[in-house]
């Protein structure tokens, strides 16, 4: 995973009124903790948090954690908590890592190409966009690209086909449905089994409430 870094502050001052002064200048509450390590209340410029969001690929960003005179912490920006309208951040939670210490993070798929099978009239099904993967922060990718260049009709690409770095493995099974190139047949199929599934449930709710 690319690593950011973000300049931060330590707060002596906690507290909704505290938080909420912090704001008005500027800064950003947040809290550090880790295995085995005591919480730590810190501060982030907004300018510098927006210009990080602006950059990682996710709200999972992998962190150089820069506090004036020490030496930078690994951190991954674990939640952030926005306003009510979720346009602007209040607060966010930052989990240290060590160099050596697995982590279990969600990464993005990128699907790149067209697949053959698209020309003879298939149509292509994502049972995936993101998956789950686990491994040593500096070796995890911030994406995985599927090759859809191969897909023919009828056929699929599975997790076990990705190519992971070494040290990298799923978080959850091993092998999953990633995506597929189906027969138009097929897919009004699968989309009228779901509809009809729906349709249950909520009769199902409708007698429950009567």
Known sequence: MEQFPLSVTRREVTGKGACRRLRVQGMIPAVV?????????????????EALLRKASGTMAYLSL?????????????????????????????????PDQEITVETHLEFDGEAPGANL???????????????????????LVVDLSSLNLGESISASDLNLPEGVSFAVQEDF?????????????????????????GEAASEASE
Do not use: W
């Open 33 to 49: 903790y880790g295995k085995g390590l005591d919480p730590e209340n810190l501060a982030v410029p907004r300018p510098a948090l």
């Open 66 to 98: 820069q506090i004036e005179g020490e030496s930078p912490r690994a951190a991954l920006l674990q939640e952030l908590q926005t306003d009510y309208l979720g346009s602007k951040p209040v607060h966010l939670d930052l989990y240290e890592i060590k």
């Open 121 to 143: 009239g298939g149509i292509v099904t994502f049972a995936e966009h993101s998956v789950m993967i686990k491994g040593n922060a500096d070796s995890i990718p911030d994406k």
């Open 177 to 201: 449905l990633v995506v597929s190139c189906v027969e138009p047949t097929e897919a009004a199929e699968e989309t009228e089994e779901e509809e009809g599934e729906e349709t249950e449930e």
